[in-house]
Structure formats: C-alpha cells, structure tokens
C-alpha cells in the first residue's frame, strides 16, 4: 500500500491573542507538518508558508523516500532564505512533524524536527516525544543545569538555536516504526508551552478522529491561556503497520547534513548508542 493511501491526518489552527497568524501546518498525502514562523521577524507568516509549500509535491505522490523528504528542508531552507532576502529582515520558522515513507520496502514514518516546535507519538493516551527541541532552555536540561519541569517556565523557553532560514544546513530525522490507528501529533508550542502533555495525551487520544482531536487541542490552548498562536496537526495509518522484524539500516536517528550527497541520508547520522 503507497504511504499516500496509509496516512491519513487533520490539522486546525487559531491565530490566539496575536494580530496575525504566523504558523503554517499541511495535512494531504504522505505529509503532515507545521511551521512556526518566527515571531517578531519581519515575513515569520511568509516563512512558515514557504516551509510548508517545499513539501506540498510529496503531499501528491503515491510513494515517498527519505531522500524525498531530505530534498523538501532543503528546499525549505532556501525558500526562506529567499523570504528574508525579499523582505530586506531576518525570517525564519520552525519546521516539524512527520512524512509517511518507504524505506528498505517498509513503511516508516519520517519524522523531522527543526526548532522547538514537536512531534510526539500517543500509545492510548500515554504521549512520547519524539523530537528534541533545538533551544537554549533544551541546552541547559542537556547539560544538566535545570530539570525538565524548570525548563517549561524559564524566562528563555522561547529562545531557539536552530530554524529552517537561519542559513545553518541540516535537521534531525527519525525513522519511527508505524502502528496501526496510533497517533501522532504534530503541534506549534502556542499548545506545547501552555498545556501539560498528560492533558494532551488525554485529548489526543480520546478524540473519535483525527479532525476531532487537533481542533480540541486548539481549543484546549486557548482555554489554558496561550499567548502564542497555535497549531496542531494529529495523523495515524489506519491499517499498515512496519514489521516487528524490520529494523531501519543503520540506526533510525540522524542528523542530515545538506552538504553531503544527499541521495542516500541513511548514511549520514550519528549513532544514538
């Protein structure tokens, strides 16, 4: 079955207290992300909006590899590049979430991070995050100077070190095994920075849909007093699964780096071990 036919997913987005909506998100086919334009920055909407339009052609395609997708940043990369040119300032978005792929004949969903937006994944109502947030406050949990729980009401939550458009190449990549009917959801941190992920675990996972779930989750955002805009995107694959057997070669988390070849990012990663 081509990735297209298994992924399904929805998305919603509320501008919040802001004057404008900066974030972006695309839900169609194999793609399922959001951007998160960079608040201030002179073109964020414009740059989230040319992040997401990088990947709408994979959204139309019957098969999906993660070389596809590494070709997607980085036309990305530059078409922000590009905002912040024409609009004479910095402009730059987060840019996450996760691309239904065929890898060594598998289905695997590609998960993708640049930035502090996220990407989990629900077992029942139990979330995981994937991604790592590219922040001051994640360096500082890393290093060990402040615990997880500090981290969500330091004065520097909203600092980012990495963006798609900050003219630093690359982004982090895992190869995630698909479930069947387990969710994933995609979010802008308007919801990750103001509900507690139990509650989003709870929201995400006792929706009857896709559609359901990302639309209460916004709602949930505004009802905790985000400050922020906010954008959530849910997707699952109804009926395929990756086999137990199957095992990504070499080991599924990367970070890719646009000046190697790209044609095979399978082989540019370092080892989790």
């Not at 100077?145 to 520097?156: C, G, L, N, S, V």
């Not at 995107?233 to 790209?262: E, I, L, Q």
Request: aromatic share 4%.
């Amino acid at each position: 079955m081509s990735a297209a036919h298994w992924s399904s997913g929805a998305g919603a987005t509320d501008t919040g207290p802001r004057a404008r909506n900066e974030d972006s998100f695309l839900s169609a086919g194999a793609v399922h992300i959001v951007a998160d334009g960079m608040g201030g920055h002179v073109g964020g909407a414009a740059a989230s909006a040319a992040a997401i339009e990088a990947f709408r052609d994979l959204a139309t395609r019957s098969s999906v590899t993660p070389a596809d997708v590494t070709s997607a940043v980085a036309t990305a990369q530059q078409s922000v590049i590009e905002v912040g040119q024409r609009a004479g300032a910095d402009s730059g978005t987060t840019l996450t979430g996760a691309i239904a792929v065929e890898h060594e004949g598998q289905p695997w969903w590609m998960v993708i991070n640049v930035g502090d937006s996220r990407t989990y994944q629900l077992d029942g109502t139990h979330l995981h995050q994937i991604t790592v947030d590219h922040s001051h406050v994640q360096q500082l949990v890393d290093a060990g100077r402040i615990t997880a729980e500090q981290a969500a009401h330091h004065p520097d939550r909203n600092i980012i070190t990495r963006a798609i458009g900050d003219g630093v190449d690359g982004f982090d990549a895992w190869l995630v095994p698909v479930v069947p009917s387990s969710r994933l959801v995609i979010a802008s941190d308007g919801l990750t920075g103001v509900v507690p992920s139990e509650l989003i675990g709870s929201v995400a996972g006792l929706a009857d849909t896709d559609a359901d779930a990302a639309e209460r989750l916004v709602e949930a955002a505004l009802r905790h007093g985000t400050g922020d805009n906010v954008t959530v995107v849910v997707a699952h694959a109804a009926a395929t699964s990756t086999p137990d057997d199957a095992v990504p070669d070499p080991w599924p988390m990367w970070p890719v780096d646009f000046d190697d070849d790209t044609t095979d990012v399978s082989q540019r990663r370092e080892s989790a071990e």
